[in-house]
């Protein structure tokens, strides 16, 4: 299977303060050598504590922020303002986002079908093409066309501005998009209701999602591949059956841990996390999970730990894994005993 997008090296900076040669004096580490691919027809969720760099490395892909360093590809054709070869404006066709605040995300100003009509008539649609288009993406994603067309953004509930946002990135018939939180701010019935549409349009019109969340729960669900991020940086990614049975990483063992158990009664152990996430303005030298991980030895504040090959396509960077290249064999972390593979 073929990966319709490639991420290699991205990399943010957010300069702090300026000297007196307008030279920044601190910088916050927002995004590190994020690198990942993404196959056609598959959902990858992207998942971590606040402050990891899930949303903005939504950003930089979208180019919404413009990252320093890093290459973006679709179907090996590069884009950006950092040696892409082809504008923005062609890379907005092929990708789109879908925010966690429904209401801020419309103009509230335009209606229904003037918010979905207003992007295929910026690319050259047809006004009455264009129209039609959003009558045909409201029926969709599940609104009456006769009902919401003329309504306005608070005139809808969040799960209906939401199914509006979904179809007004479908206007410009992407073929990726990335869904930021775009459940996490609905109850519980209607995230299953746009969960179920989501994964009913990725079939219908063969889409590719990026989907970026902080319920693992909702996360297992939808996602076919899994990428975990902690400071800025991926620290694990795999098959989603494959990471929740079988994480290999502390920090994503701890997050899956702390999820609670769905069937009542249900006995759990827990792994608690110490503190807070460090800070991103002076991230810590090697292994940046280090200050709060368990597991911790030297030479995890000395050294960045390769990223290594758990099993299959599962990875993850960690120094309790077996450091050859090609070993499969998952070693469980409660089973390793001799600290020479630290």
Not at 197 to 226: C, M, P, R, W
Not at 290 to 315: L, N, Q, Y
């Amino acid at each position: 299977m073929t990966s319709v997008l490639r991420v290699q090296d991205l990399k943010k900076y957010f300069p702090l303060g300026k000297d007196l040669f307008g030279r920044p004096t601190q910088v916050v580490h927002a995004v590190e050598s994020v690198s990942f691919d993404v196959k056609k027809g598959r959902t990858l969720g992207i998942v971590g504590e606040s402050g990891c760099g899930k949303s903005t490395t939504a950003r930089l892909l979208m180019h919404l922020i413009e990252p320093d360093e890093g290459r973006i590809l679709i179907h090996g054709k590069e884009y950006g303002q950092i040696g892409g070869r082809h504008p923005l404006s062609e890379l907005r066709k092929q990708m789109q986002m879908v925010f966690q605040d429904s209401y801020a995300s419309l103009n509230p100003r335009l209606t229904i079908e003037d918010s979905i009509a207003f992007g295929p008539r910026i690319h050259g649609v047809k006004e009455v093409q264009a129209r039609q288009m959003a009558r045909d993406l409201l029926e969709r994603v599940g609104l009456n066309p006769g009902v919401f067309i003329r309504r306005y953004p608070h005139e809808l509930s969040g799960g209906q501005r939401q199914r509006v946002n979904i179809a007004r990135a479908l206007a410009i018939q992407p073929e990726i998009v990335i869904l930021d939180e775009a459940v996490s701010a609905l109850d519980k019935s209607v995230q299953a209701q746009v969960l179920n549409l989501l994964a009913d349009l990725k079939k219908e019109l063969g889409l590719t999602y990026l989907f970026i969340s902080h319920d693992l729960n909702v996360v297992q669900y939808i996602s076919d591949d899994v990428m975990v991020m902690y400071l800025g940086q991926v620290v694990e990614s795999g098959p989603v059956e494959q990471l929740y049975r079988q994480s290999a990483h502390p920090y994503t063992r701890a997050l899956l841990n702390s999820v609670p158990a769905q069937t009542p009664g249900t006995r759990k152990d827990y792994i608690v996390l110490e503190g807070d996430p460090p800070n991103p303005i002076a991230p810590p030298s090697g292994c940046r999970f280090h200050p709060r991980c368990e597991f911790a030895r030297a030479i995890c504040s000395e050294k960045t730990p390769d990223t290594v090959r758990v099993e299959g396509e599962h990875r993850a960077a960690c120094f309790r894994l077996p450091q050859s290249a090609g070993h499969q064999h998952y070693i469980a972390l409660q089973e390793v005993q001799d600290d020479t593979t630290h």
